[in-house]
């Protein structure tokens, strides 16, 4: 029987591993997975919603793709977006726990991944209140949140504005200097 290329890791074995890695990598149950890349309509969207976020939500850190969000022992990705309220993150950090708000953005080749896997780690996570879904196909956004009883609930938005958080974001900044109408 083969072994895998990259054999199952667990959370500190992937950080180590990853480190001396030349690509970004993903864990997703200790599965190492590549980290895909994307288009400048995705770069460009994840710009305006990192930005976006960090001037309506004020008291908070936002952070691109740079970083990558530990969502549960085995589970460690780069969010698009990931935002951490009323915690200090060093300056140094690679790695941010306490995320309260992670968005993808959507691109073909992780759109399944992104909806189903993605989503359901991410509810997992106690910290986490807001899960945002960026679509590039059209003007769409799906945002998961946590109410105070600690349920889901998925609001779909196809129009001039989305909430995130109680805030209210624009479409048009959102999708500014794309062509997706």
Not at 2 to 30: C, M, N, S, Y
């Given at each position: ?7 199952q ?16 990598f993903?864990?997703h ?9 994307g ?14 976020l ?16 530990k ?47 993605k ?11 807001a ?33 995130v958080?109680?805030?209210t ?13």
């Amino acid at each position: 029987m083969k072994e895998p290329v990259i054999p199952q890791l667990d959370g500190p074995q992937f950080l180590a591993w990853e480190q001396a890695q030349t690509a970004r990598f993903e864990l997703h149950r200790g599965f190492v997975m590549a980290f895909a890349g994307g288009t400048a309509a995705h770069a460009q969207i994840a710009f305006n919603l990192q930005s976006l976020l960090g001037r309506a939500l004020g008291d908070c850190r936002t952070f691109g793709s740079d970083v990558k969000v530990k969502v549960a022992e085995d589970i460690f990705y780069y969010a698009d977006v990931a935002v951490v309220r009323g915690e200090a993150v060093d300056d140094e950090a690679t790695v941010l726990t306490g995320a309260t708000i992670a968005c993808e953005v959507l691109s073909r080749g992780t759109r399944a991944y992104d909806l189903v896997e993605k989503r359901a780690a991410y509810r997992g996570l106690a910290t986490l209140n807001a899960y945002v879904i960026v679509h590039t196909d059209r003007r769409r956004v799906e945002v998961d949140e946590r109410n105070r009883d600690g349920a889901w609930q998925t609001l779909t938005f196809d129009d001039a504005a989305f909430d995130v958080h109680g805030r209210t974001l624009p479409f048009d900044a959102l999708y500014e200097r794309t062509s997706i109408e």
